[in-house]
């Protein structure tokens, strides 16, 4: 016969408490004292009590899981997902959260108005809590449609102003700001920029911020040239610059990936970076560290941000926060060898 496991009977025993008591604090129920908390737990512990699953769901009306869902669109969104470390310090960040308060992420693509209509029935039969959303396309629908079916949902990056959602940004322009503020400290004058697209809401903030800092220095003219956030659309952008503008010697890219095949057709064209040309990233992703030269850039604390984004929704999903909540981190510059 197999020896049984230890009940909440046992955990109650060892505390001195009631089995209620001990059933509130297995639950997460609020309203409990701190430190009887504290003595379940240590009694938990001592006993290796290992609560029951199912059974807590069908007291809390909690599946303990989280939806992580990566929003965006086209045939190879999902591919470029993947590859981009962007999209890994945000899961880094999120689980890192979620494992230490025992919550399970479900990690989902929503590439197409049939991926973004299952994430929504998915979480909406109550197979998940809540949703963590990173969107990367203009005017998604996704934020939206979970507000519409009550799901508690926290945003990456602000969402459509009209949108009642809690959401975590950066201070994107400030960012840029930084980035053209050391390109003119390193005498640069004849300064272009390599942009995301306009459409998405940080992309055009990075773009204003930048140019906002150098008309403040008296250089109104800046060209661009627009990326999508890719290193060989990084590649293409310097090579237009190049031919459009030869005698360019201080570039800002929109992310690390951009400034990367920036950097690659410099090299193949004969630039010296930085003697001849500085470049300067956004994100300090792990391209930053391994792009040769170093990548100065602008860094975001993505793994932070993904944290705070999780701890929102929590408090949401608890019931401890009811109305929406914005958290804007700062940018800071991070000098390394480009620039």
Do not use: W
């Amino acid at each position: 016969m197999s020896r049984r496991g230890p009940t909440l009977e046992d955990v109650a025993r060892t505390a001195g408490v009631s089995r209620a008591t001990v059933s509130r604090v297995v639950n997460r129920t609020r309203n409990v004292d701190p430190d009887i908390q504290e003595l379940v737990r240590r009694a938990v512990e001592q006993t290796g009590y290992r609560p029951n699953r199912a059974a807590r769901s069908l007291v809390t009306q909690r599946t303990e899981t989280v939806a992580l869902i990566i929003s965006g669109a086209g045939d190879t969104f999902a591919s470029r997902v993947f590859a981009d470390p962007f999209f890994g310090r945000v899961v880094s960040g999120a689980v890192g959260y979620l494992r230490a308060h025992a919550m399970h992420p479900v990690i989902m693509v929503a590439e197409s108005e049939v991926a973004r209509e299952q994430a929504v029935d998915y979480l909406g039969q109550g197979a998940a809590d809540g949703a963590l959303v990173v969107s990367i396309q203009a005017g998604d629908p996704l934020p939206a449609m979970l507000v519409a079916a009550r799901i508690p949902v926290v945003l990456f990056a602000r969402p459509d102003p009209e949108q009642a959602v809690s959401y975590v940004d950066l201070a994107h322009a400030d960012g840029s700001r930084l980035a053209a503020d050391h390109l003119l400290a390193r005498g640069c004058r004849r300064i272009a920029t390599i942009s995301a697209p306009q459409s998405i809401p940080a992309a055009k903030d990075r773009l204003d911020g930048f140019r906002a800092a150098l008309a403040s220095a008296g250089i109104s003219e800046v060209p661009v040239a627009e990326g999508t956030f890719t290193v060989d659309s990084g590649a293409a952008a310097m090579t237009q610059l190049l031919i459009e503008h030869p005698d360019v010697d201080g570039v800002f890219a929109a992310n690390d990936l951009m400034a990367q095949g920036a950097c690659q057709v410099l090299r193949e064209q004969g630039k010296r970076v930085p003697q001849d040309v500085a470049v300067i990233g956004f994100d300090d992703s792990s391209v930053a560290a391994t792009c040769r030269p170093a990548l100065t850039t602008v860094r975001q604390p993505v793994e932070k941000m993904a944290a705070e984004m999780a701890r929102l929704l929590a408090e949401h999903i608890q019931g401890t926060r009811t109305e929406p909540a914005s958290i804007v981190f700062e940018a800071e510059l991070v000098i390394r060898d480009s620039a």
